[in-house]
């Protein structure tokens, strides 16, 4: 299947994306693909190095003639985020990502498809492999742990780059050039509750919350898409009217990404059994109705399961349930500087009940510091007055944007010599790697571009073959037009 996309064009990169999906690359379990991108540059006959963090920098002389331009840092993250439907056999750790072609898309059969940033890995390699492109001397730097921490950012070799100009190429818009960006802070919620045996003539039930989109926490959020934890939550909610117990709950998964299902198991008396379906019934069709544009395939299914060992205690369940229902989610505040830009966001990622343990994880974004930390402090209290012990980890800084960057203007131009219109210039609401690599080189001058990727961190994760062909062609010109030192 994935010879399909070997023949897509450009050959180079595609050929390059295909070796990479077939390396399992989950964030945190990067030995594989470093091993795979430190063979690719020895094999290659370049100066291949690894920092203590475990990033790759592999660096390529220039061609004859460019040698008098500014060296360049072309930068992408070898991770991937791993999201799979339900009824998908896949195991991220042992398998490549199974590829087609739908029309002008590529997509992944039932899990993502690693375009973010893999299409941006694939390109540099490209790059660094070819022997006919016109460039200046390059830095490929190849960062790890991007989607959970951007700890090879954060941990990066302050003495091991001397490009001026870094490209990152990690946006996913073909017709924008990104100049900023939000930084975040991860925020988990934990505490342990107390349990007792289901009561007699009691019956157990499956609450299912599926079919969301689901969607990158920082591109998608303006959206207002449904988050599976807090719809979950709403029929959680309402189900306790009528005496439901919770035994067990599970739902969303990673921080990065807008959940998409949810699973519970609660446990009813038999006597109620008919109010209990009946709420769930006249709350499910409303929120239905409240998400029919947004999400046509959101369904809540209630089916009988096995009864289960514990459920919580009253007191302890209405403090789980009051604390998820007031900690916020979505967009907390627009920016009031650049039209259409998310300011400052909450994602309610991951929610895990059971054996007496329970754990809410958050991951709060904002292009604005003191914005991030009033949301944080925002979420920290309100789960503190549900009896939860509050961490915040993670922490990383946003990008300034620099409208004055030289880079940036030879971009620009570039664009519009190319496409006959101007290029979109936007600060955007994801966690790109510059604002933290800008720490490390604050002299080096940087921009963000891609191409067009949809869906990501999601199954539905796509990327436009006709929109890599525009980068691609993009990118290489790009090359051309490196300033002189």
Not at 65 to 91: A, C, I, P, Y
Not at 104 to 133: F, H, P, Y
Request: charged share 25%; net charge negative; aromatic share 6%.
């Amino acid at each position: 299947m994935n010879q399909e996309i070997r023949n897509l064009e450009p050959k180079a990169v595609w050929n390059k994306f295909a070796d990479l999906n077939a390396v399992p690359r989950p964030s945190k379990k990067e030995e594989r693909v470093i091993a795979f991108m430190k063979e690719f540059g020895k094999n290659l006959g370049l100066e291949t190095l690894e920092d203590k963090a475990g990033n790759v920098i592999i660096k390529k002389p220039a061609t004859a003639g460019m040698e008098d331009r500014k060296t360049v840092v072309l930068q992408s993250h070898l991770d991937m985020v791993h999201q799979k439907n339900n009824d998908t056999d896949f195991n991220f750790d042992t398998q490549g990502i199974e590829m087609h072609v739908d029309g002008d898309w590529v997509r992944a059969k039932g899990t993502t498809l690693g375009a973010d940033n893999g299409l941006g890995v694939a390109t540099i390699m490209a790059i660094l492999e070819s022997n006919d492109i016109e460039h200046p001397a390059i830095e490929g730097l190849f960062t790890i742990d991007e989607e959970t921490g951007m700890t090879g950012a954060k941990n990066l070799d302050d003495s091991i780059l001397s490009g001026e100009i870094l490209l990152n190429l990690d946006t996913e818009e073909d017709d924008e050039i990104g100049i900023g960006c939000a930084g975040g802070i991860d925020i988990t919620a934990t505490r342990s509750y107390a349990s007792d045996k289901p009561g007699v003539n009691s019956k157990a039930f499956k609450i299912t919350v599926k079919g969301l989109n689901g969607g990158h926490s920082g591109m998608d959020i303006i959206k207002g898409l449904g988050n599976a934890n807090k719809i979950m939550n709403r029929v959680l909610f309402e189900a306790a009217n009528v005496g439901m117990q919770v035994a067990e709950i599970n739902g969303g998964g990673l921080r990065n990404a807008i959940p998409r299902e949810s699973n519970a198991v609660v446990v009813v008396a038999e006597k109620d059994v008919e109010a209990f379906n009946s709420s769930i019934k006249v709350l499910s069709k409303a929120i239905q109705e409240e998400y029919a544009t947004l999400e046509a395939n959101l369904t809540v299914e209630v089916n009988e399961a096995d009864m289960p060992a514990k459920v919580m205690l009253e007191k302890d369940q209405s403090e789980l349930l009051r604390s998820i229902y007031a900690a916020h989610n979505g967009v907390f505040r627009m920016s009031p500087a650049i039209e259409g830009l998310v300011e400052t966001s909450n994602n309610i990622a991951r929610v895990e009940v059971g054996n007496g343990q329970i754990e809410v994880m958050c991951l709060t974004r904002s292009s604005v510091e003191s914005g991030k930390w009033d949301l944080a402090n925002t979420l920290k209290s309100t789960f503190e007055l549900g009896g939860f012990d509050v961490n915040l980890s993670g922490d990383y800084p946003g990008w300034a944007p620099n409208p004055d960057s030289g880079i940036l203007k030879v971009m620009e131009n570039l664009y519009k010599e190319q496409n006959g219109e101007e290029a979109h210039v936007a600060a955007c609401h994801a966690g790109l790697e510059c604002g933290i690599l800008g720490s490390h080189y604050p002299k080096m001058d940087m921009v963000s571009f891609g191409p067009t990727i949809r869906g990501a961190h999601s199954p539905d994760e796509r990327a436009s073959i006709s929109s890599m062909q525009k980068f691609w062609k993009f990118t290489l010109a790009a090359l051309k037009e490196i300033p002189k030192k």
